[in-house]
């Protein structure tokens, strides 16, 4: 994953329609790592001889590993460090397999002056197809008032 180039955007810089965009290949240690830190041990996640039987016919990532990209974007990009998540709505769509390539694109569509509350729409696709959708909401801090002295 390519994601610290940590943008910090303080509230005034946002504008509708401002976006980012970053690609995670999943890795099987992703999915291990997520099950162990989540506690969620689904065979779904991590048995090849279960999920073989299941109608995705192998592994598939966590969703919530899935969601979790989105976080990477809000926290090192847009907005960047300093922003709070506030909520999140989520819909998965598909799934997402070892060795997909993830495409999440977050983009501005509302700014609200009280309490500095940034919305954005979250978009997780594979293969040109979404695989997960939904809106963040976030509070972003204010430009430093200059020093009086």
């Known amino acids: ?31 291990v790592g997520f099950a ?4 969620d041990d689904n065979p779904l996640h991590l048995s090849d001889v279960y999920a073989a039987k299941t109608r995705f016919g ?20 847009l ?4 922003a709070v998540y506030m909520s999140q709505t989520l819909n998965f769509m598909g799934p997402v397999r070892i060795g997909d390539v ?3 694109d977050v983009e501005v569509i509302e700014l ?14 594979v293969d ?6 939904g809106e963040a909401t976030v509070m972003v801090p204010g430009r430093p008032k200059p020093a009086i002295g």
């Open 79 to 82: 907005p960047g460090p300093g």
């Open 102 to 104: 993830v495409v999440v």
């Open 36 to 39: 162990q830190i989540s506690g």
């Open 58 to 77: 192998q592994r598939i990532a966590h969703g919530l590993y899935t969601a979790s990209l989105i976080s990477a974007v809000l926290g090192t990009r």
């Open 1 to 31: 994953m390519t994601v610290p180039v940590l943008n910090s955007y303080y509230f005034e810089d946002l504008k509708v329609g401002m976006r980012e965009t970053i690609l995670k290949t999943v890795m099987d240690s992703d999915v």
């Open 128 to 133: 040109n197809q979404v695989v997960l959708e």
């Open 112 to 125: 609200v002056e009280k309490g500095r509350r940034c919305r954005l729409h979250c978009e997780c696709s």
